[in-house]
């Protein structure tokens, strides 16, 4: 059974701080999915990684895939950061994913 | 280019009723996956259409079904709802199943069963 572990459940910083949200993720799950979610419902997606690292201005998100572990950072961390980070595992192919219980992410001003 | 609609965004039914919802692709894409939301399960994955053929199915009881019409517009439906139905229901599509291609998720249709 593919599973997903997300970490932390909440997170709180100030407005300019480095961000780290850290995924574990069992056998089976081949690309790891960043997806954000705002008050509302709206997700978007944000990476989608099978090895390696990817940027997209401030965000970033590094795979390693023998650790069975993925991260994403947000540099200059801003208010408008504030959402929920999910990760979700799948396989190329499909997009029967496997999600995270999300981080709630707080950026204060 | 118009992104991917669900109809009705929000949705009140009484328990024993059934419920259909849509969704609408974002144009040329031909593949679609629903995912229910709720505070205590999270985020669950329902089921995946490509070119009018359900692909794969999540855990869920026969009540959940779906289809895929040759526009690639999906819909799904709950029959005999259950207080437990009441969730997030979100569709998604992708161009196809390019190394890379995101999903692009609509804003969901919000079902609560009394």
């Known amino acids: 059974k593919n599973e997903v572990e997300q970490s932390p459940q909440n997170l709180t910083a100030q407005e300019g701080e480095f961000i780290t949200i850290n995924c574990s993720y069992s056998v089976g799950i081949s690309a790891l999915h960043w997806l954000q979610q705002h008050p509302g419902g709206g997700i978007v997606s944000l990476f989608m990684?099978?090895?390696g690292k990817k940027k997209h201005g401030r965000l970033i998100a590094t795979i390693n895939i023998q650790e069975k572990h993925s991260s994403l950072h947000i540099t200059a961390s801003h208010p408008r950061d504030s959402a929920v980070y999910i990760c979700a595992g799948g396989n190329f192919g499909n997009e029967k994913l496997t999600f995270g219980t999300g981080t709630r992410l707080t950026i204060i001003p | 280019k118009a992104g991917v609609t669900q109809t009705p965004r929000y949705l009140i039914k009484t328990r024993g009723q059934q419920v259909t919802l849509s969704c609408s692709p974002i144009?040329?894409?031909?593949?679609v996956s629903w995912y229910q939301q709720t505070p205590g399960q999270g985020l669950q994955f329902l089921f995946e259409y490509f070119s009018e053929t359900q692909r794969n199915k999540g855990n869920f009881p026969g009540r959940f079904s779906g289809r895929q019409f040759s526009n690639s517009r999906s819909e799904m439906n709950v029959s005999t709802l259950e207080l437990g139905d009441s969730a997030l229901y979100l569709c998604?599509?992708?161009?196809?199943?390019?190394?890379?291609?995101?999903?692009?998720f609509g804003n969901g249709t919000r079902l609560t069963v009394t």
């Open positions: 144009s040329g894409h031909r593949s």
């Open positions: 990684l099978s090895s």
């Open positions: 998604a599509s992708r161009s196809g199943f390019l190394s890379g291609s995101p999903l692009h």
